[in-house]
C-alpha cells in the first residue's frame, strides 16, 4: 500500500469505522427491545434477530465487495486499463434470484409471526381499557371496575389484552421491554394482548406524535405476581377517601434480584429466600415482590431509569414555609375546580372526566403522564402551574400570581394543602 | 465568415408544430399524461365517497330513509335519479357534439365546427344547470358539506367533477370564440382535439361517478 | 437538408432588449438550464435552512431533559426539517438535475413547454417562502411531515400553523406536477434522432420513471391535502371525528402517496449516480437495460407498499401480511441496482474524483438503510421499530446517505458543465469525508436508540434511559456535517470564480451533455446531434470503451458539432473571462435558431396563483383571492395566447 | 442486446427524422353508433335501478359496474379514438388507470368495503 494511499483513505477510513465502532459499545440499555419480557415479546424478539442476521450478512456482503473492488481495480497510476463488458445475464439473474431467496427465508416466520400475534386473545385475560388522551394515559379494568391513570398494574403469566382507545388524537401505546406497540385511533378500538413473564417495573411511552407534550406522554407498567395483583386490585376498588393508607404501603416490601443479576438492572435489596420464584421462565432479573408487600409497588425499589428525573421549570417556586393539612385539603378539593375535571371516588362532587381519576392518586408512583415522581414537591409545583410543568397541558394554572390565560385562584398554603390531601390519597 | 450546417427540421417554423420524436404533438403527449394523473385525483375522492358510503351516524342519507330522533323530521333517501339521469345523458351527448366539433374542424367546415362546439359547450352548461339545481335543492332539503361524512364526500366529489366540466365549458367558449374571430384551420385541429380529450374524460369520470354514486344503493 | 447560416466575425454580441441581461434575464427566463440553476440554488438555500432546524434539533437532544427550545418550538423545527428537507431540497434539488439536464442529455434544446417550467419554478419559490414566512408569524407547521389527522384538524390545531402546511404543500404539488407533465413530454418527444429509449441516458431514465411517480402520486396528496383544507376552513367532515370521520382515511392516502415520494427522492440520485460510476470507472454502465427496467419495477411495486407505514395501526392479519410481502420485493430490484453498480466498478480502472466518492458513498450507505428497510417490512418486528430512533435511522440513511449522497456525486459531476469550472478537489475530499464520517456518527447510533426503545419526535427524553451516549455522537456527527458543509459552499463560491477551467468534456463522459461547451449556449445544439448508441460520446472519443456495447456504427460523423465551421467536441474551452458570459457563443439568431422569447407572464400567473392562497390562508379574504384569481386568469390567456417564439418571416 | 433494438417502435425512421403518423379516426357513421349504445345502456342501467327484485339480488352491483365499464370503454376507445391511436397514449391512460384501479378495490378491501353494496 502506497503513503499516499494511507494518507488519503486509511485517516478517514479509521475515523468512520471507529465512529460507527463508538456508538456500540453502550451496553446500559433499560429500555431495550430485545430479550424482551413476555409470550410476544419473545417471538417478535426472535424474529427481529433473525432479520437482524440477515441484515448483517448482506450488509457484510455488499461492503466487503465494495472494498474488494475499491482496493482491486483502483486507478493508481493513472494508466491501468479497464475490461470492457457491460452486462452479464447470468449474474444478474443470480443477484436478483438470491435476495429473493434470503427474503424468502424472512417472509416465512413473518407471516406465521403475524398470525400468531394476531390472533384472538384468550377469554380468560385481563381486559384493560387504554384511553389516551393529550397527554396521559387513563386505564380501565373492567373486569374490576378499577380506574387509574398513567401506571398500569399486570399479573405475571396472565395474558393481558388491551382494547386501545383515544379521547382525541392518536397515540401508540408502547412498553418496549414487554411488547411491540400499537396505535391508538380514534373511532376505532384496536387490539393487543401478551402475557408478562416476569415481575418488574418497565417504562412505557406514547410513540405516536400527538401535539405539545408527546415527549411527556410517559407511563409505567408493573407486572407483579398474581397474588398481588389481586390485592392491588382490592385496594384500588376501595374508596380511598376518609381511609388511612394501608399499614404496609410504603413499609417493608422486599425484592429480590434474579441470579441472572446484571448490575445496572438491580436496584433492589436483595433479601434471598423470602420470594418465591417468578411465575414463568425470567431471562434477565425479575424483582420479585413478595406475597406480603403492599398493593403499591415498592417505591423506593423501583429500578432507577424508572424514576423520572425531570426538573421542574426554575422559574417555578414554591413557598418552602408552608405545609399542608389533609383535613383542610380535603374540605377546600369538595368545592374547588378540580372537581369539574377529576374524580375521586367516594367524594360525591368529584366526579369530572378531563383529567386523570385521583382516587387512588397517592399510591401512585409518578404524576403528570409519568413526568414527574409523585412527591409532595412536584405535587405543589403541579397545581400550581401545570401548563408550565408541562408544556400544553390542559390542566389550567391554580397559583395564584402566576401568569396565565386565566389568573390563578390559590395561594402556596391552599395548594399545600390540596397537594396533602391527594398524597393522602394512597 | 463562417458557416454552420443546421438540419432545417431543427428551425421551429412559424405555425407548424416542431417535429417530435415519435410524431405526437407535444401538447397531446402532455394531455394524457395529465388525464393518467386525473385518474388518480378522482380515484382518490371516489374512494373516499365509497369509504365513508354508510359510515355517516347522522343522515341524510343518499338512497335510505332517515329520522332526526331529534326532531322527527324524516329525510327520504336524498338522490334523485330522474333527474340525473337526464344532466347524465346531456352530458352523454355534449361527447357526441365535441367528437362532431372536432371532425368539423378537420374537415375545414368552419360553420359546423362553430356549431357543434357551441353545442358542447351549451350541453356542458346545461349539466351544470342541473347540478346546481341538485345542489340547491339538496341544501333546501338539509344536506350540505356540514351535514355528514356523505354529504361532504358526495358534494366535494360531484363538485370536483363540476370544476372540471367548468373549466372545461370555459376551454370550449375560447376555442368557439376563436373559430368565431378567425375561424379555427384544419393546422389548428390539435387544439379541438386536446380540448376534446379532456372533455370526453371528463364525461368519462361522470359515467363512473353516476353509477357508483347514483346508482348503486 | 441544410441551410447554411453565416456568421459574423466575431460572435460576440450585446444584448437587445431588458430581459436579456442582469436581473430580468432571470425573471423571465425560459431557458431550462437557468431555470435549472434558479432550483439549485433555490434549493441549496432551503438545505442550510433544512441543515440549521437539524442542527438545533440535535443540539437540543444533546443532552437529556433539555429546554435549549420549548417543546412547541422543538415540535415545529421537526416538521420543518422534514418537510423542507423533503419538498424544498431533494424534490427540488432533483429538479434542478432535470431541469439542466434532460433537454442536453436527449439532445434537445429547450424542454417540450419553456413557459410552463418557468412556472414549475416561481410556484416552487413561492411555496417555499410561503411555507417558511410561517415561522415569522411564529406559527410555524407543528404537526409532522405527515400530518396526522385528526391532529391537525382545527379543533387540536386551532392556529395558523398547519393552515400554513396544507396550503404549502398544495402549492408545491402545483409546481412538481406542471413540471411532471413538462418532463415527461419532454422526454418522450424530444429525442434527438436515433436516441431511442433504450439509448437515453441512465439518468434521463430515472427521471422519466420519477416523473410517473410525481404525476400519479401527487394527486393522491392534493385531494389529502384539500379534504384537509376543507375541513380546516370550510367545515367539511372528512377527519372530523365527532362526525365519524375514520383517521385511517388519511394515513391510506398520505402513505400512498407517501411511498412513491420516496422514491422520488431516490430515483433522480440513482440515476446520477449510475452516470457518475461507469464514467469514473472507464466503463459502460453494468447492465443497461436491467438497470433500467428494475427503476420501472420499483416504481410499480412502490404504488403497492404504502401501507407499510402503518403496521400498527390494527389493519389485521392479512393487509400486514400483504404489505409485508409487496415491501419484502422491492428490495429484490433495489438490490439488482447495487449489484450492478458493483458489477460496473469490477474490472474498471478506478480514479476517486469526490463526484465518485459520493457516488461510492450512496453504494455503500443506501444499502445500509436499505437493510433496515427490509427490517420495518416485517410487521411484528416492525411494531418495535416504528416511530423509534430506528426509524429516523432508516430513513436519513436512505435520504442523506442516498439521496443527498447521489446528488452531491451529481453536484461535483456536473458544477463543470453548469458553470465552466471545476470544483476544488481538495475541498471536495474534506467536504466528502466530513460529511461521510460526520453522517455515519449522526445516524448510525440512531439504530442503537431506537433499539433502546427511544420513541422519535420527542422534545426531550428523560436522564438514566441509557441514550445519552448516542446522542451525545449523534450530535457530535451533525457537527461535523456542518463543517463539511461549510467546505463545500466554500468550495462551491470560490470556484466559480477561480475552478480550472473545464472545457467541453472534463471528465470523459459519455453523453450528449459532454459534447457542447461548457456552459452551454442558451439554444445547446448548434446542430442537433445524430445519436447512433448509449455512449454516443464514447463512441467517437473512446471507441475501446463501447466496443462491446450495441449500436449500429454508421453515421457516427453525424454526432459533430459545427459552430462556426469548428467542430466544437474537440475545440478548447472559451478563453478564461468569457466563460461565465452569456454571449461567448453566437447566438441562436445568428444561428438561425428559433430560441424561446422570454417573458414574464409565467412569474407573473406563479404569483398571483400563490396569492389566491395567501388570501385564503387570511381568514378567506375574499378581495385579495378574487383579485389574485382575476390576475391568475388573466395572465394565463395573455400567456397562452403568445406564441413560444418571437413573430418573425 | 434484444431489449436494445425492442423498443425502436418509437423511434425515428431510417433517415432520422419523425414522420407524424396519420390516424385514421372515426367518423360520423361510428359516432351517432356509438351514442346511440351510451344512451340505450344508460337507459338500462337507469331502468334496472327502478326493478326492487332485481337490485336485492346480489347480480345488481356487478352489472352496474359492469355496464358503466363497458360505457367507459367505448368513450375511451372511440370518442378519444384510443382505439386508433398511437400505443404510447394507450400506455400513458392504462398504466396509471389500471394502478388508480388498484388502488380503489386495495382501499376499499382495507375499509371493510370490499362488497361494495351499502
Ligand atoms: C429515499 C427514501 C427511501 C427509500 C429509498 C426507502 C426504501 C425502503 N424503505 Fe423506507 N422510509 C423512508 C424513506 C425511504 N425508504 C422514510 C422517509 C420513512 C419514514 C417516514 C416517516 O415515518 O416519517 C421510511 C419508512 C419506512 C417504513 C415504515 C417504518 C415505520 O414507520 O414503521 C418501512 C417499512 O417497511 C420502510 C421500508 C423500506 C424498504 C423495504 C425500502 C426498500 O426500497 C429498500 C431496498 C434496498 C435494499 C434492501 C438494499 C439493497 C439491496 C441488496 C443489497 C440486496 C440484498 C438485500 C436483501 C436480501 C435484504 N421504510
Ligand atoms: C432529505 C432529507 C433529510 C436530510 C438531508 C436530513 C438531514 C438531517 N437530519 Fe433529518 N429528518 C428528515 C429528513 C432529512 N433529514 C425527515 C423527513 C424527518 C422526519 C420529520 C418528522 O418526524 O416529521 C427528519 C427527522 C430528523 C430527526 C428526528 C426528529 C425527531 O423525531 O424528533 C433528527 C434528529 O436528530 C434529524 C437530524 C438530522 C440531521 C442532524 C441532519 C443533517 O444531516 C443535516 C445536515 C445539513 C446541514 C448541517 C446543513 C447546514 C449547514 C450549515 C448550518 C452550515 C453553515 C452555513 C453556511 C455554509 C452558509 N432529522
Ligand atoms: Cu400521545 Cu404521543
Ligand atoms: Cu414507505
Not at chain 3, 41 to 59: C, D, P
Not at chain 3, 480 to 492: E, K
Not at chain 4, 14 to 36: I, M, Q, R
Request: glycine share 8%; aromatic share 14%.
Amino acid at each position: 500500500m502506497t503513503r499516499d494511499l494511507r494518507m488519503r483513505w486509511l485517516t478517514p477510513a479509521l475515523a468512520l469505522l471507529l465512529a460507527v465502532g463508538l456508538t456500540a459499545c453502550n451496553s446500559f440499555a433499560p429500555n431495550t427491545i430485545f430479550g424482551a419480557h413476555s409470550d410476544f415479546g419473545h417471538s417478535i424478539d426472535l424474529l427481529t434477530r433473525k432479520l437482524l442476521y440477515m441484515g448483517v450478512a448482506v450488509f457484510i456482503l455488499v461492503e466487503a465487495l465494495l472494498l474488494y473492488i475499491l482496493v482491486k481495480f483502483r486507478d493508481r497510476d493513472g494508466n491501468r486499463e479497464a475490461r470492457q463488458f457491460h452486462g452479464n445475464s447470468t449474474l444478474e439473474i443470480g443477484w436478483t434470484l438470491i435476495p429473493a431467496v434470503i427474503l424468502a427465508f424472512i417472509a416465512v416466520p413473518t407471516i406465521k409471526t403475524i398470525f400468531e400475534t394476531q390472533a384472538k386473545a384468550p377469554p380468560s385475560s385481563v381486559q384493560v381499557e387504554v384511553i389516551g388522551h393529550q397527554w396521559w394515559w387513563e386505564f380501565r379494568y373492567p373486569q374490576y371496575g378499577v380506574v387509574t391513570a398513567n401506571e398500569l398494574y399486570l399479573p405475571v403469566g396472565r395474558t393481558a389484552n388491551f382494547a386501545l382507545m383515544t379521547k382525541d388524537v392518536l397515540h401508540s401505546f408502547w412498553a418496549p421491554q414487554l411488547n411491540g406497540k400499537r396505535d391508538l385511533i380514534s373511532n376505532h378500538v384496536n387490539y393487543l394482548w401478551f402475557t408478562p413473564d416476569s415481575a418488574y417495573a418497565w417504562n412505557g411511552f406514547c410513540a405516536e406524535y400527538c401535539g405539545t407534550s408527546h415527549a411527556y406522554m410517559r407511563f409505567k407498567v408493573f407486572t407483579v405476581a398474581p397474588r398481588e395483583f389481586d390485592a392491588w386490585v382490592a385496594h384500588q376498588k376501595t374508596n380511598a377517601v376518609g381511609s388511612t393508607p394501608p399499614a404496609t404501603a410504603m413499609a417493608t416490601d422486599t425484592g429480590k434480584a434474579s441470579a441472572a443479576t446484571s448490575a445496572t438492572a438491580a436496584k433492589g435489596t436483595t433479601t434471598p429466600g423470602n420470594a418465591k420464584a417468578p411465575p414463568a421462565p425470567a431471562p434477565t432479573p425479575v424483582m420479585n415482590v413478595s406475597d406480603t408487600a403492599s398493593a403499591t409497588f415498592p417505591r423506593s425499589q423501583l429500578p432507577r431509569w424508572v424514576v423520572p428525573r425531570t426538573d421542574p421549570p426554575a422559574t417555578l417556586t414554591f413557598d418552602q414555609s408552608v405545609t399542608g393539612d389533609v383535613t383542610r385539603g380535603a374540605t377546600l378539593f369538595k368545592t374547588a375546580p378540580c372537581i369539574a375535571c377529576h374524580t375521586i371516588r367516594g367524594v360525591p362532587t368529584a366526579a369530572g372526566i378531563i383529567g386523570p381519576n385521583l382516587t387512588h392518586v397517592g399510591s401512585r408512583t409518578t404524576i403528570g403522564g409519568g413526568l414527574y415522581p409523585n412527591e409532595l414537591k412536584f405535587l405543589q409545583l403541579w397545581i400550581k402551574n401545570a401548563p408550565a410543568m408541562k408544556p400544553g397541558s390542559l390542566m389550567p394554572l391554580f397559583g395564584k400570581a402566576e401568569k396565565g390565560d386565566t389568573p390563578g385562584v390559590y395561594t402556596d398554603q391552599q395548594i399545600a394543602d390540596l397537594a396533602a390531601y391527594l398524597s393522602s390519597l394512597k | 465568415m463562417a458557416t454552420a450546417a443546421i438540419d432545417t427540421h431543427d428551425a421551429h417554423a412559424g405555425g407548424e408544430h416542431p417535429p417530435t420524436s415519435t410524431g405526437l404533438n407535444n401538447t397531446k403527449v402532455a394531455i394524457w399524461a395529465f388525464i393518467g394523473s386525473e385518474c388518480f385525483f378522482f380515484a382518490s375522492l371516489i374512494s373516499t365517497y365509497l369509504i365513508y358510503r354508510g359510515r355517516s351516524p347522522v343522515g341524510p342519507f343518499p338512497h335510505d330513509t332517515w329520522k332526526d330522533p331529534a326532531t322527527g323530521h324524516v329525510f327520504k333517501g336524498i338522490l334523485n335519479i330522474p333527474i340525473t339521469s337526464v344532466s347524465t345523458f346531456v352530458l352523454l351527448m355534449s361527447s357526441l357534439a365535441m367528437v362532431l366539433a372536432h371532425s368539423a374542424v378537420v374537415r375545414g367546415d368552419r360553420k359546423s365546427s362553430k356549431i357543434w362546439l357551441a353545442a358542447t359547450a351549451f350541453l356542458g352548461a346545461t349539466f351544470l344547470g342541473f347540478q346546481a339545481y341538485e345542489f340547491t335543492s339538496f341544501v333546501h332539503e338539509g344536506l350540505t358539506i356540514h351535514t355528514n361524512l356523505f354529504g361532504s364526500s358526495f358534494f366535494v366529489l360531484t363538485g370536483f367533477h363540476g370544476a372540471h366540466v367548468t373549466a372545461g365549458v370555459i376551454w370550449l367558449l375560447t376555442l368557439l370564440s376563436i373559430d368565431m374571430k378567425r375561424g379555427l384551420t384544419p393546422d389548428e385541429a390539435i387544439n379541438v382535439d386536446v380540448c376534446a380529450l379532456y372533455w370526453h374524460f371528463v364525461d368519462v369520470v361522470w359515467i363512473a361517478i353516476f353509477t357508483l354514486v347514483y346508482l348503486i344503493k | 437538408m441544410a441551410t447554411t447560416v453565416s456568421l459574423p466575425e466575431t460572435p460576440h454580441r450585446e444584448p437587445t432588449h431588458k430581459y436579456e441581461s442582469g436581473v430580468w434575464s432571470w425573471l423571465a427566463t425560459t431557458d431550462h438550464k437557468r431555470i435549472g440553476q434558479l432550483y439549485l440554488y433555490t434549493s441549496l438555500f432551503w438545505f442550510i435552512v433544512g441543515g440549521i432546524e437539524a442542527a438545533i434539533i440535535r443540539a437540543q437532544l444533546y443532552n437529556p431533559n433539555s429546554h435549549l427550545v420549548t417543546a412547541q418550538t422543538y415540535n415545529e423545527l421537526f416538521t420543518m426539517h422534514g418537510t423542507t428537507m423533503i419538498f424544498l431540497v431533494i424534490m427540488p434539488l432533483s429538479a434542478a438535475f432535470f431541469n439542466f439536464l434532460i433537454p442536453l442529455q436527449i439532445g434537445a434544446r429547450d424542454v417540450a413547454f419553456p413557459r410552463l417550467n418557468a412556472f414549475s419554478y416561481w410556484v416552487f419559490l413561492f411555496g417555499g417562502l410561503f411555507l417558511n414566512s410561517s415561522w415569522f408569524l411564529h406559527a410555524a407547521p407543528n404537526g409532522g411531515w405527515f400530518g396526522y389527522a385528526p391532529l391537525t384538524t382545527r379543533p387540536f390545531s386551532p392556529g395558523l400553523n398547519i393552515d400554513f402546511w396544507v396550503i404549502g404543500l398544495q402549492i408545491l404539488g402545483i409546481s412538481s406536477l406542471a413540471a411532471g407533465f413538462n418532463f415527461i413530454t419532454t422526454i418522450i418527444n424530444m429525442r434527438a434522432p436515433g436516441m431511442h429509449f433504450m439509448r437515453m441516458p441512465i439518468f434521463s431514465w430515472m427521471a422519466f420513471v420519477t416523473q410517473f411517480l410525481i404525476i400519479l402520486a401527487f394527486p393522491i396528496i392534493t385531494v389529502a391535502l384539500t379534504f384537509l383544507m376543507l375541513d380546516r376552513f370550510f367545515g367539511t367532515n372528512f377527519y372530523e371525528i365527532q362526525a365519524g370521520a375514520d383517521p385511517l382515511l388519511w394515513q391510506h392516502l398520505f402513505w400512498l402517496f407517501g411511498h412513491p415520494e420516496v422514491y422520488i427522492l431516490i430515483l433522480p440520485a440513482f440515476g446520477l449516480v449510475s452516470e457518475v460510476l461507469p464514467v469514473f470507472s472507464r466503463k459502460p454502465l453494468f447492465g443497461y437495460p436491467v438497470m433500467v427496467y428494475s427503476g420501472i419495477l420499483i416504481a410499480t411495486l412502490g404504488f403497492g407498499v404504502w401501507a407499510h407505514h402503518m403496521f400498527a395501526a390494527g389493519m389485521g392479519p392479512i393487509a400486514d401480511a400483504f404489505f409485508s410481502i409487496t415491501t419484502m420485493l422491492i428490495a429484490i430490484p433495489t438490490g439488482v441496482k447495487i449489484f450492478n453498480w458493483l458489477g460496473t466498478m469490477w474490472g474498471g480502472s478506478l480514479r476517486f474524483t469526490t463526484a465518485m466518492k459520493f457516488a461510492i458513498g450512496l453504494v455503500a450507505l443506501f444499502t445500509i438503510g436499505g437493510i433496515s428497510g427490509v427490517m420495518h417490512s416485517s410487521p411484528p418486528s416492525d411494531l418495535q421499530q416504528t416511530d423509534s430512533y430506528f426509524i429516523v435511522a432508516h430513513f436519513h440513511y436512505v435520504l442523506f446517505g442516498g439521496s443527498m449522497m447521489g446528488l452531491f456525486a451529481g453536484l461535483y459531476f456536473y458544477y463543470p458543465k453548469i458553470t465552466g469550472r471545476l470544483l476544488n478537489e481538495k475541498l471536495g475530499n474534506w467536504h466528502f469525508w466530513l460529511t461521510a464520517i460526520g453522517m455515519n456518527l449522526t445516524f448510525f447510533p440512531m439504530h442503537f436508540l431506537g433499539l433502546d426503545g427511544m420513541p422519535r419526535r420527542i422534545s426531550s427524553y428523560d436522564a438514566g434511559q441509557g441514550w445519552e451516549s448516542n446522542n451525545h455522537l449523534a450530535s457530535y456527527g451533525a457537527a461535523l456535517i456542518v463543517l463539511g458543509t461549510i467546505f463545500f459552499a466554500y468550495n462551491w463560491f470560490t470556484s466559480l470564480r477561480r475552478g480550472a477551467v473545464a472545457g467541453n468534456d472534463p471528465w470523459g463522459g459519455a453523453t450528449l451533455e459532454w459534447m457542447i461547451p461548457s456552459p452551454p449556449p442558451d439554444y445547446n445544439f448548434a446542430t442537433i446531434p445524430k445519436v447512433t448508441s448509449r455512449y454516443p460520446l464514447w463512441d467517437r472519443k473512446s471507441p475501446e470503451l463501447t466496443v462491446n456495447v450495441p449500436h449500429d456504427s454508421q453515421d457516427e460523423q453525424k454526432m459533430d458539432v459545427k459552430i462556426g465551421g469548428q467542430s466544437t467536441g474537440t475545440a478548447s474551452a472559451p478563453s478564461d473571462t468569457k466563460l461565465n458570459a452569456p454571449h461567448a457563443h453566437p447566438s441562436a439568431r445568428q444561428l438561425g435558431i428559433m430560441m424561446p422569447t422570454p417573458t414574464t407572464k409565467p412569474l407573473i400567473a406563479a404569483f398571483a396563483l400563490g396569492t389566491v392562497f395567501v388570501g385564503l390562508i387570511m381568514h378567506k379574504n375574499l378581495p385579495i383571492m378574487l383579485t389574485a384569481a382575476a390576475i391568475f386568469v388573466f395572465s394565463l390567456y395573455n400567456w397562452l395566447l403568445t406564441p413560444l417564439e418571437p413573430e418573425h418571416h | 442486446m434484444a431489449a436494445d433494438q425492442s423498443h425502436s417502435t418509437l423511434s425515428h425512421d431510417e433517415k432520422g427524422n419523425a414522420s407524424p403518423h396519420e390516424h385514421t379516426h372515426p367518423d360520423w357513421g361510428t359516432y351517432k353508433w356509438v351514442a346511440l349504445i351510451l344512451t340505450l345502456i344508460t337507459a338500462l342501467e337507469v331502468w334496472i335501478y327502478y326493478i326492487p327484485s332485481f337490485t336485492k339480488t346480489k347480480l345488481f352491483v356487478p352489472t352496474l359496474l359492469t355496464l358503466s365499464a363497458v360505457k367507459f370503454a367505448i368513450v375511451v376507445m372511440f370518442y378519444m379514438h384510443l382505439k386508433y391511436d398511437a400505443k404510447l397514449f394507450r400506455a400513458l391512460f392504462l398504466g396509471p388507470l389500471i394502478l388508480a384501479g388498484f388502488t380503489i378495490v386495495g382501499l376499499l378491501f382495507l375499509f371493510g368495503h370490499l362488497v361494495i353494496r351499502g
